[in-house]
Structures are given as structure tokens and as C-alpha cells.
């Protein structure tokens, strides 16, 4: 009952901001591709705040919910300032106590899948996308030392990423100690509403990395770092660990933010036609939209406009694996938009976007990293 009058409260305080004008649907991924209300942001306003009221959410309304991405678009588009992922955030961990016993079990096993890695790494290796090229470059004895979020599921899929960032970083002066701990951030856990796992993460990678007392933390992969810049709003003030994650999330930067004021012209970029994908977690989570692009544009690349460059790609953490049919609609969609240029590659910003998009794109789909580490020339 305390649980639900909160959640209420909490709820309660992020709608009345909205002032039903509707904005938000013309950027909403699902309103556009099924044309309800109900599947727009304004429409799962309504059904959070009625479920949280009626303390019941029906099977319909779990349905339309289930549909969201939380991709945030709605979030940038809002005039008001509602915060809706904060709100679904709310809505969602309620919803989990009313989920049928089948869909309990589905999305334990699958959260269990992907952040034990005895489970996950077996078959991520096979799953690979790419290798690391060449060696890692040993940064000079006097580099500064920054700290490099080594992640669960990229350094299976993808070692590449981290291993250019090493490279990179190296040549600019700078040695990347990976993280040690390699378990996930927690947002597989919070984005499936096991909050209480979660928080057990959140507290391990907060208490190992402070230990490291690195001035910077860097992040690849914008769902990780997104989850890891909000770590603090996951604590009451007061709470031991709010203070602390503040400073986690104070110091955490995505490796554009931190390449972006660094001098750049030493590094070997690879010769490419390239199309680039900011993913949700950049543009409407972290609000860095345009910022990969100004660097790649800095650097000669000047990846042609993208049509609904603000629609998520379908990924969306595990969205593509509980919504297939409507992930790959909009990833087929997504792709047509990013292939209009006749680019050679596709690069993005986030593990779980490029291997999505790689699943169905005759050309590579990378990091746009890799394209700073070119070891071929
Ligand atoms: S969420 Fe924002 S944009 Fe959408 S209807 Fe409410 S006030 Fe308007
Ligand atoms: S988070 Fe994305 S999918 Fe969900 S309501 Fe907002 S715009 Fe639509």
C-alpha cells in the first residue's frame, strides 16, 4: 500500500506538468508507426495516471505500455518539461507486480541471461562483431590516467571499441585503465524493473570506482554511461551512497564529450563514406544531440542529414527482444534513412543500436571511434 501511495506521489508530481497539447506525438516512434493514442506519450500519460489511481494496471494497458521504447523522444519535444521517463520509470515498477506469472518468468530469464556473465559471454562470443586490429599503443610514463567503463555485453560483442579508445587515448597523452569490474551498470536490471538488483550494481561499481580515484570516467557505449550519469537520482538525499554517486555521475563524460575539446589531427582516421546513428541515449538521454557529428564534421567526414534523425532505431535495451515485429519495422525504417546517402558504413555511438542495425545492413555497421584508430594505412 506505502508502495503504491508513492509511486502515486511521484507520478502525480512529473503529470501535472502536461498540458495535453499533443507535441509529443509527432515524435513519438510507436504513434507514428501505429497511429493510437494510446501508443503515443500523451496516451501512456493517461494510462500510468488512471492504472496508479484504480491501483490496477489491466492487461491492456500493461500492452500499450510494454510498446513504450523509452526512447525519450517525447522528452526533447515537450514544451512543458514533463520528464516521461522518469514517470514510465514509475509507472513500470508498479506494473511489474501485475504482470502475469509467464511474463515474470520471461523477463527474469532474460535479465539473468544478460548480466551474468558465465551466462552471457559463451554465447556473445559467438554472437562476436568484431575483433580488436592490431596491438594496444602503451601510453607514455607521464599519460594522465582516466578511467574507461569496460562494460558487460560490448567487450564480448565488440573488444574493438575499447580497444581504439585505448589507442586513442594513448596517442593524445592519456592511459585508459579499464574498469576491473566487469558487470553491468544496472540498467538492464532498472530498464526491467528489478530495482532492487539494480541498486546492488549501482553500489559495487560506485564503491570499486571511487577506490580507483580517477578524475574522469569514460564511457562508449551512451546507454551505460546515460544510466551511470543518473546513478545519483537513484538515492534519497541523505542516503549514504547519494553523495557518492553524485560524484560518480559528476565525473562520467561519453567519449565524445571528451575527445571534443582534444586536438585530434595526430590520429590515423580510417578513409571512409560515412552515415552516422545517434542513438536515443545520446541525443534525447544525455541531450548531446549533434555532438558526435560536429567532431566527425571536424574531422572531414560530413555524414549526409538523416531523416527522422530523432527516432530510435527499434534497440532500445531489451525492447528488441520482448517487441521484434515493431523493432524491426523501425530498424528497417531506420536503415533506409541512414543507407539514403549511399554511405560505405554506418556508425553510431552505442553497442546495443549497432548490433541491432548490423543484424539487417549489407554494409558495416561500427562505432564511430573505430574510425580514429584506423590500423589498415
Ligand atoms: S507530454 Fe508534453 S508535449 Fe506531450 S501532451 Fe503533455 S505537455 Fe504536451
Ligand atoms: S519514450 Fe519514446 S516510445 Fe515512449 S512514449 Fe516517449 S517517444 Fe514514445
Same mark, same amino acid.
Given at each position: 500500500?506505502?508502495?503504491?501511495?508513492?509511486?502515486?506521489?511521484?507520478?502525480?508530481?512529473?503529470?501535472?506538468?502536461?498540458?495535453?497539447?499533443?507535441?509529443?506525438?509527432a515524435?513519438?516512434?510507436?504513434?507514428?508507426?501505429?497511429?493510437? +493514442?494510446?501508443?503515443?506519450? !500523451?496516451? !501512456?500519460?493517461?494510462l500510468?495516471k488512471?492504472?496508479?489511481?484504480?491501483?490496477?494496471?489491466?492487461?491492456?494497458?500493461?500492452?500499450?505500455?510494454?510498446?513504450?521504447?523509452?526512447?525519450?523522444?517525447?522528452?526533447?519535444?515537450c514544451?512543458?518539461?514533463? +520528464?516521461?521517463g522518469?514517470?514510465?520509470?514509475?509507472?513500470?515498477?508498479?506494473?511489474?507486480?501485475? !504482470?502475469?506469472?509467464?511474463?515474470?518468468?520471461?523477463r527474469?530469464?532474460?535479465?539473468?541471461?544478460?548480466?551474468?556473465?558465465?551466462?552471457?559471454?559463451?554465447?556473445?562470443?559467438?554472437?562476436r562483431?568484431?575483433?580488436?586490429?592490431?596491438?594496444?599503443?602503451k601510453p607514455?610514463?607521464?599519460?594522465?590516467?582516466v578511467l574507461?567503463?569496460?562494460?558487460?555485453?560490448q567487450?564480448?560483442?565488440?573488444p574493438?571499441i575499447?580497444?581504439s579508445?585505448?589507442?586513442i587515448?594513448?596517442?593524445?597523452? /592519456?592511459?585508459?585503465?579499464?574498469?576491473?569490474?566487469?558487470?553491468?551498470?544496472?540498467?538492464?536490471?532498472?530498464?526491467?524493473s528489478?530495482?532492487?538488483?539494480?541498486?546492488?550494481?549501482?553500489?559495487?561499481?560506485?564503491?570499486?570506482?571511487?577506490?580507483?580515484?580517477?578524475?574522469?570516467?569514460i564511457?562508449?557505449?551512451?546507454?551505460?554511461?546515460?544510466?551511470?550519469?543518473?546513478?545519483?537520482?537513484?538515492?534519497?538525499?541523505?542516503?549514504?551512497? $547519494?553523495?557518492?554517486?553524485k560524484?560518480?555521475?559528476?565525473?562520467?563524460?561519453?567519449i565524445?564529450?571528451?575527445?571534443?575539446?582534444?586536438?585530434?589531427?595526430?590520429?590515423n582516421?580510417?578513409?571512409?563514406?560515412?552515415?552516422?546513428?545517434?542513438?536515443?541515449?545520446?541525443?534525447?538521454?544525455?541531450?548531446?544531440?549533434?555532438?558526435?557529428?560536429?567532431?566527425?564534421?571536424?574531422?572531414?567526414?560530413?555524414?549526409?542529414?538523416?531523416?527522422?534523425?530523432?527516432?530510435?532505431?527499434?534497440?532500445a535495451?531489451? $525492447?528488441?527482444? /520482448?517487441?521484434?515485429?515493431?523493432?524491426?519495422?523501425?530498424?528497417?525504417?531506420?536503415?533506409?534513412?541512414?543507407?539514403a546517402?549511399?554511405?560505405?558504413?554506418?556508425v553510431?555511438?552505442n553497442?546495443?543500436?549497432?548490433?541491432?542495425?548490423?543484424?539487417d545492413?549489407?554494409?558495416?555497421?561500427?562505432?564511430?571511434?573505430?574510425?580514429l584508430?584506423?590500423q589498415?594505412?
Amino acid at each position: 500500500m506505502q508502495t503504491h501511495q508513492i509511486a502515486n506521489f511521484k507520478a502525480n508530481e512529473i503529470i501535472r506538468k502536461c498540458v495535453h497539447c499533443g507535441f509529443c506525438l509527432a515524435t513519438c516512434p510507436t504513434y507514428q508507426l501505429l497511429g493510437s +493514442e494510446l501508443d503515443s506519450p !500523451r496516451g !501512456r500519460i493517461y494510462l500510468i495516471k488512471s492504472s496508479l489511481e484504480k491501483n490496477n494496471f489491466s492487461s491492456e494497458s500493461i500492452k500499450h505500455l510494454d510498446r513504450c521504447l523509452t526512447c525519450r523522444s517525447c522528452e526533447t519535444t515537450c514544451p512543458s518539461g514533463v +520528464e516521461y521517463g522518469k514517470l514510465i520509470d514509475v509507472g513500470r515498477e508498479f506494473m511489474e507486480q501485475k !504482470r502475469p506469472l509467464w511474463q515474470k518468468a520471461m523477463r527474469y530469464s532474460i535479465r539473468k541471461l544478460l548480466t551474468t556473465p558465465q551466462l552471457f559471454n559463451p554465447i556473445g562470443r559467438i554472437a562476436r562483431h568484431s575483433k580488436k586490429q592490431g596491438n594496444v599503443l602503451k601510453p607514455n610514463a607521464n599519460s594522465k590516467k582516466v578511467l574507461l567503463l569496460g562494460g558487460c555485453v560490448q567487450p564480448v560483442l565488440a573488444p574493438n571499441i575499447n580497444h581504439s579508445i585505448k589507442n586513442i587515448l594513448a596517442k593524445l597523452g /592519456f592511459e585508459a585503465i579499464e574498469t576491473p569490474q566487469k558487470q553491468c551498470c544496472g540498467a538492464v536490471d532498472q530498464h526491467l524493473s528489478a530495482e532492487s538488483d539494480a541498486l546492488k550494481k549501482v553500489k559495487a561499481n560506485i564503491d570499486a570506482w571511487l577506490g580507483l580515484n580517477a578524475d574522469v570516467i569514460i564511457s562508449s557505449a551512451s546507454g551505460c554511461g546515460l544510466m551511470v550519469k543518473d546513478y545519483a537520482s537513484m538515492f534519497q538525499e541523505g542516503d549514504i551512497y $547519494y553523495e557518492k554517486a553524485k560524484l560518480i555521475s559528476g565525473k562520467t563524460q561519453d567519449i565524445a564529450e571528451f575527445l571534443v575539446d582534444k586536438d585530434l589531427s595526430q590520429l590515423n582516421l580510417a578513409q571512409a563514406n560515412i552515415s552516422y546513428h545517434e542513438p536515443c541515449t545520446l541525443q534525447h538521454g544525455q541531450k548531446l544531440a549533434g555532438l558526435v557529428n560536429s567532431i566527425l564534421n571536424t574531422l572531414g567526414y560530413t555524414p549526409a542529414p538523416v531523416k527522422d534523425a530523432h527516432l530510435c532505431c527499434g534497440s532500445a535495451g531489451t $525492447y528488441s527482444i /520482448f517487441q521484434p515485429d515493431l523493432a524491426k519495422q523501425l530498424k528497417m525504417n531506420k536503415l533506409n534513412n541512414l543507407n539514403a546517402s549511399n554511405p560505405e558504413m554506418i556508425v553510431t555511438a552505442n553497442i546495443g543500436c549497432l548490433m541491432h542495425l548490423q543484424k539487417d545492413s549489407k554494409i558495416p555497421v561500427k562505432h564511430w571511434v573505430e574510425l580514429l584508430d584506423n590500423q589498415t594505412n
